[in-house]
């Protein structure tokens, strides 16, 4: 199951790059658009989700491989996609989306080698 998580993890964090890349620089080439593209709560929602998430294939990741780096990554790529969005609203869109696409770019990095090592882990053990 915890694969599942991981997968899962890879899927929203790449879906949050996408987005964070869309939604601060498609207005500045059709600014018009900039109306439709500011919904504060989106970001809260997926940020929550993302938050509470995470833990379910990072903590047993790391008790399989015991790699605390993964961790290190994870968390700090958590903290780059909330202050991504607690900078929202107080800098400019490139800015807060900018230090969530980062954030996102190492929670990726993070899931991708959690099921890497954990799928190695599990042929070494076997």
Known sequence: MKKVWDRLGIAFSSACVVHCILVA???????????????????????????????????????KHGLTWIIGTAVSGLFFILLGILLEGHFSDQVSHGVSIFGSILLVFGHAKNLQHSHRHQHQCC
């Open 25 to 63: 620089f498609l207005p500045i080439f059709f600014p018009a658009i900039s109306v439709y593209t500011h919904s504060t709560w989106v970001h809260v929602v997926v940020g929550f989700i993302i938050l509470f998430t995470s833990p379910l294939a990072f903590i047993p990741g790391y008790r």
